[in-house]
Structure formats: C-alpha cells, structure tokens
C-alpha cells in the first residue's frame, strides 16, 4: 500500500516572505525589509533577480544569537535608520520571516516605538508590515499579506472619487502593463497594486538609483479608501485575506471579485465589468484583439482539441488557465497547485460545471513528485507551469511550456503575457506551437508545412 | 551626480590603496549591518553550497519550504554518476510543527526518503526555526541510523547562528564524522585528497586529470562528485590540497591534526595559480621527481596551447578595468593575476568573507587607488564601479544585475556557472566570456553619466 508522503520533494511553492518582497517592489520608493536571518532576504533576492534579471535590494534586520534570544527589536530599529538613510525611501515594506514569528517580535509595537524615537531625524518613511511567517502558507499569501497591509497602513477615507482600485494578483509586469493601457484607453483614474511593470523590468540606468524608478505613490494608495470600486483578481483570494476585502470592509468600496481574466469568457467578464464601471464601450481596439483571438482559436483549433494537459503554480494562475484551456478543448488532465487554500476545486468548479464529466482532476498542496507520480498515470501531452517542472518534463520526455513565475531556464519571462485577449493570444499561439512543433519532431517526413 | 556615502557602520570595511596616507586594517569577520542589504547569505547557506555536491547523500532541510525550495539544484556542481544531490527534500514544517515541534516529522521524512531513494548517508539541516523550537536532531539522527544502517549526520545550520562560515564549520563537522570510516587499503603514498572543489561545470574532473597525469592518486574531492564512501577514505591520502580556502581550510587543519595530513593551500584560477598549483603538490613528493618532471610537462603542453589563444583577449581588453566581488578572498588573488593576464587592471576588489590576512594580502597585490570592500552591498559597489568607471564586473547572480544596469559586463563567477573556469581551458574560458561581455556591442546604447545616447 502507498503511504502518504511526509517530506516535500521539489516544492511546488515558495515561502511566505518572498511574495511579499514582490509585492512590496510595486510600491514607489520603497524597500522590501525581511525581519529575520541574513539569508531570506539573500536567496529571495537571489531567486527573483534570476527571473526579473533586475537589481532587487532586500534589506534585513540580521539576526544573530542574542537576537533571537533578546528579541529583535534592537535590530530592527538599527536596520530602519540603516536603510532610511542609504535608501531614503518613501516608504518600508516590512515583512517578517519564520524565525522573528516564533520568537513572537511585536513588529508593529516596534515600528510604532522607532517612529517615536526617530520623529525628529531625517524624513520618516511610512512604515508597512505584514505577518509572513514562512510555516504557514506560500509565496502567494505573502505577496496578498503584503497588499492589504499596504493598503490597511496607506488609504484614508475621503469624499467617493471616480477611481478605480485594480488588484491584479501576482502577474508578470507585461500583465502589469496591459492593464494599465486597458484602464487608460477606458480614460478612467485608477489605483494598481502592486505596480512593479518598470521596477521589475526596467531600462538601463546612467547614474545610480537607490531605488529604481516606478511603482504605485504612497500618495495614489491612500485614495483607495475613496475609490468607487476595487476590482480583484484571484478566484481562491478570500475578502479577509484581500486588500479589496479590507477596502469594502473599512470604507465601504464595492469589492468586484474576478478570477484571472485568462481566455475569452473570463477576459469578457473584465471587460464587461469595466463597462459597467465606467458606464461606456470598451474602445475598439479591444474588440479588435478579441476578434483577431476568435479568429485564432478557428485557426488552430484542431492542433489543441482533447490535448491533455496538466497545468501547475499558484491556485489562481491554475483556475485561470483551466477556464482558458477547457474553451479551447484542451482537457486540464490535472490541475495542481503547492499552494492550499481548500478553494482550488470550487474555484475551478464554479467556471467549469461539468469538470468532473470532463476529467478534470485538482490537486491541492502536492509538490513536484506528485505530480510527477499524476504525469506516469495521466499521460499528458505537455505541462504547462514555470521552470520548476523542467525536471519532471525532461525526465519523463513530456514537453514544459513555460508561465508564470519563475521563469529561470529560458529568456524573457517577465515580459510574458497572460491577461486579456493580449495574454490569451500569446498563449494560444505558444500552446498551438508546442503541439506543431511536437508533431514535427516525430514525423519521419519533416513536413515544411505544418 | 548624487553623493553616496558608505553607512557610519560600515565605513571601516571599505578603504582605498593610497601610498603616504595612514590607512586603518580593514575590519571584516563580522556580522553584517542590519539593514545594509549584504550580499551575504547565512549559515545554513555555507553549509548547503559545501555539502551540497555529495552526489550520493539525501539532503534534508529540516524547516519551513524557503530554505529548501531557493537551494534547489541551484549549482552546477555536476556528478559523474548519482544525482541525488539535484533533488530537494523538506520537513515544510507548518504552524502545528512549530507548536508542537518537528521531531516526529523529521523522523517519518527521513525514514520513508531513505527507503526511496536509497542513499549511502543523509546529511539533515537545521535551520532557523529548529534552533528555536528544540528538536533534539542528534537523537533522530542517531535513532534513524540504527534503523537504517547508514549514516545519518546533523548538520547544525540554523541561519541566524554566525555567519555564512560558521556555515562552512558545520558542515565541515559533518564530513569529519564520516572521514575515517572507509578503509585506506590500497592507497598509494603518492596520494591527495582535493578540497574545496566543488565540480561546478566539471572543474573537479579537469583538475584531477592533471594530477592523474602527474601520476597522483586522488583519493576523494570534497565535495565535488562527492560520494560518501571516498570521503569515508579520505584520511588516507597524503597530503590535502585545499582550494576556496574559506570553506574548507577548517577541514584540513582538523584531518591534519587527527590524521597528520598535512595541506597545503591552492587556486586553480588563471595560468600562475593552476601551475603553481601543480607544482606545489609535486614539491612535496621529492623523492618522486618524476612527478616534478611530469607536472612541468602538463603545465608546458596546457600552456603552449594556451598562451597563444589568449593574444587576441589581450589585445583587445588591454587597458579596461575590472571590478571583482566574490565570496572568498582567496579566488579574488587569483582573478588579479588573471586579469592582469589578459591586459586588464582591478579598481575594486572585495569579498563577503575575507579575514584580516586576506585584506592584508590583497592590499599588497592592489594597484594604487583600488578600493577594497568587505561585505558591501550594491549601493557601495555601484558607487565605486560608476566612480572608478569600470568595463567589468566579476561575481555572481545577486551581482549581475548591477553590471548590466549600469552598462558594463559581467563575468559569473559563483556557484551557479555552467562554464568551467578552473584550470587552464579554465583559463581561456574565463577571457572568452570577460572579452565577450565587455567587447559587446550593446553597450553603446547604454546611457553613461546621465547622458542620453
């Protein structure tokens, strides 16, 4: 009989403090600050730049032995004027990592204490913190842990604006940048969080910037208590863990929940919502790249139809990716995550009705041995997740398209499209390529046309 | 352009080479500033990089997923044959864990990855949380070897106990457990162990191609293309030969006291060092001039080869300057003289981890005007890269991303490399990818001094 496992093998996820750091990098004039050991703020900088091919700088508060024995508030303070004065930043993201959890550090104690004991030096940054404690959860509640508490820390209350809170998730910042021209062409003011599209993929720099330029103002953030709406992406994002659910909480902000808008019907439901935010047609252009997407999946239709697939990362990049396969007749064979919310299927459930007729199976907190494990029964035609599937894809000669986060053995990830009719279509060409490209390998002819 | 200053905390980590002028001893061996964002990692972190090539060994990070999940396969130290060191194995401890601890946890990981991956012995890592929450890892580890019959070695690693040499310590601790515990029949006198190799793009196995042909036995690499049963022999070698001094000089002193092995320090790095190298290793078979005559023959053949495929880099880097922040200061001795090689002058130097002699050293080998730099971080090496208007930067992945902001090239020369650049083809690689980054083209659309190209 098949024991359960205990151990994690090749994660399919990554600790809490990183997806915060992330999140953090969206806000202008700010640096991520990990209260804890040297390394987390070391590996995480590590990791993301291996995607982001961009300087990341992650302070850390260092602990050493009597820190964690003393507590780390000396630390902590040392580490804020450190970094206010070589930084001078607009505001401090301050995340915490396992070790200052579990020796139970009252960080917003701290910061409250530091601002008193500092108020008279130079400018005072605005101090944000958020609980990341890396034995609960994954990246991806860290980077949501992140955005609410920017919010929680920053927006105010004031007379209802025409403004638009969008909370786009974990995306890449090409995503980042589409959103941001829809929002414009629609001529609506809005507030994005995080905004990391220039401060993760930025352009070269003729003098030194202590922190790169772009992200959303501290000064735009504390209109989100004001704003009209706030629209949320992530189907297994619950409102008490969201920065939307705070806003509609304490200000009353109606909080529109999508999931990722990946394919034609769920990128419909983003523009429609839009339109009735906004009270007009979305421009042309859009009908444009939805037509010319329409046409797409017509021409490519028979490539994808009943390939199997399996699809991994974060829950809500899955469910988006599912709603997105299963319209063009690919059959999510597996859809699994690391991370485990207990929403993953109902998520799925909710845009799929019929996803048990189709079978579709999901998969909540499993690592890459499991799936792997899936893969040998399933059969797959391709996966599709980020490069942490490579080495199941290369062992077991099933082909990796590459999404989503990280992205470490191939060029470009972060000017990668997933959202929108944009995102979709440069999906769907990628996913009809690898199926051609598969079926040119193994022909014995080696048709030119394919 | 705006000023950068250097931290009040830091301001005696970092000085500049000027003759006449009274110069403070660098201070270094210390932790790092909180809040200065080091370029450091942690103990745990000098620990995985040491062991991790122990090809044959499960490798169990006892804690939350992070510290397992940002290590995996990560280096290309490469293995001849096992390749279990590749995969990456948690506890993935959970809040409930961390209440209750994480002993029973650990125990029923250990047992049931021991019985599917079948390993030769399994090095387990505490990391910062197990320090805190008391998991009596010797007892596990001592219960799970009974059980298992294999060695099952703590590794006491958590992050915030030292630095990442203290990392170093530890793991070394752990190979010492293991040396000693194979039997030595059979091995010649003309015998070395090579330490501090870690097979990163096959470099052990250049390197020990040399010493085969100088007609050296290598006992075991510690750790490249480790396996656990050669480094069970290791005590039976003659002389330790011990390279990255900084992870594994503790090591050698160990064995040398235990054992009487004596060892000596090398680099493999650039055409002096790697001869150099070779030579000192043959100088302490005397009786054996053969092997003097056999290591002048390889150095001869490697260099005549060599030499001239170097002239074109030459020619054309002749002049560019180079800043190098690595790891350990021994490499950085050896990056100079390689520069040098190749034409090129060194503006800045540094390391996270070097000791006062290191400093003292490389002060000496230092042009006038080169700054040298303990355990900076990217404002500091931006400020002294952009003022002393460097062509080159030498590091690794947390470093490159400066280079190519600021327009200049970059040279990886950390843990995560695919190209050998240890011994003489080494040699020839490392000039290929320094002149193809600083040579490119693109960097005439890189903006200098604010000014718009």
Known sequence: MKHAKTATQNACKLCNPLGACLAFRGIENCVPFLHGSQGCATYIRRYLISHYKEPIDIASSNFHEETAVFGGSHNLKIGLKNVSEQYKPAVIGVATTCLSETIGDDVPGILREYKQEFKNGSPMPVLIHASTPSYQGSHIDGFHAAVRATVKTLAEKGARENLINIFPNMISPADIRYLKEILEDFQVPYMLLPDYSQTMDGGPWGEYHRIPPGGTPASVIAMAGSARASIEFGSTLEASKSAAGYLEDAFGVTRYHLSLPIGIKESDKFFSLLETLTQQDRPEKYNDERRRLVDAYADGHKYVFEQKVIIYGEEDLVVGMTAFLSEIGITPVLCASGGKSGLLRKSIKELIPDMDDMGIKVREGVDFVDIEDEAQLLKPDFLIGNSKGYTMSRKNNIPLLRLGFPIHDRFGGQRMHHLGYRGTQELFDRIVNTVIEQRQNASSIGYTYM | ?453
């Open chain 2, 1 to 453: 352009m705006e000023q950068i200053t250097i931290l009040e905390g830091r301001q005696k980590q970092v000085f500049e080479k000027k003759t006449g002028v009274e110069q403070l001893d660098i201070s270094c061996d210390t932790s790092s500033l909180s809040g200065s964002v080091s370029q450091r990692a942690c103990v745990f972190c000098g620990s995985r990089v040491v062991l991790y090539p122990v090809a044959d060994a499960l490798h169990l990070v006892h804690g939350p997923i992070g510290c397992a999940a940002y290590t995996w396969d990560i280096r290309g130290a490469v293995s001849s044959g096992p390749e279990l060191h590749r995969l990456s194995f948690s506890t993935d401890l959970q809040e409930m864990d961390v209440i209750y601890g994480g002993e029973k946890k650990l125990y029923h990981s250990l047992i049931e990855l021991i019985e599917k991956y079948k390993p030769k012995a399994a090095f387990i890592y505490s990391t910062c949380i197990v320090g805190l929450i008391g998991d009596d890892i010797e007892a596990v580890c001592k219960k799970v070897a009974k059980e298992t019959g294999i060695p099952v070695l703590p590794v006491h690693s958590e992050g915030f106990k030292g630095t990442k040499k203290d990392g170093y310590k530890a793991a070394c601790h752990a190979l010492m457990k293991l040396i000693g515990t194979g039997s030595t029949e059979g091995i010649s006198k003309y015998s070395i162990n090579i330490l501090g190799e870690f097979n990163l793009a096959g470099e052990a196995w250049i390197i020990r191609k040399y010493y085969e042909k100088m007609g050296i036995e290598v006992v075991s690499t510690l750790t490249g293309d480790g396996r656990i049963d050669a480094v069970r022999r290791a005590h039976g070698a003659s002389l330790n030969v011990v390279q990255c001094s900084g992870s594994m000089t503790w090591l050698a002193k160990e064995m040398e006291q235990k054992y009487g092995i004596p060892f000596i320090r090398v680099s493999y790095f650039g055409i002096e060092d790697m001869s150099k190298s070779l030579y000192d290793v043959a100088k302490h078979f005397p009786d054996r001039t053969d092997i003097m005559e056999a290591a002048k023959q390889v150095v001869s053949e490697e260099v005549k080869e060599l030499y001239p495929s170097l002239q074109k880099f030459k020619k054309a880097l002749s002049g560019k300057k180079a800043a190098i922040y690595v790891g350990g200061a021994f490499k950085t001795f050896s990056l100079i003289k390689a520069l040098r090689s190749i034409g090129m002058s060194v503006v800045l130097a540094g390391s996270q981890t070097g000791n006062k002699d290191d400093y003292a050293r490389l002060k000496e080998m230092c042009d006038e005007g080169t700054v040298i730099v303990d355990d900076s971080n990217p404002v500091e090496l931006s400020k002294f890269i952009l003022e002393k208007e460097a062509d080159l930067l030498i590091g690794g992945v947390k470093e490159r991303p400066i280079a190519f902001k600021l327009g200049i090239g970059f040279c990886d020369h950390n843990h995560e490399r695919k190209i050998p650049l240890a011994g003489f083809i080494g040699m020839y690689n490392f000039a290929l990818e320094v002149y193809q980054s600083v040579m490119s083209p693109v960097w005439q659309f890189a903006p200098r001094k604010g000014v718009k190209v």
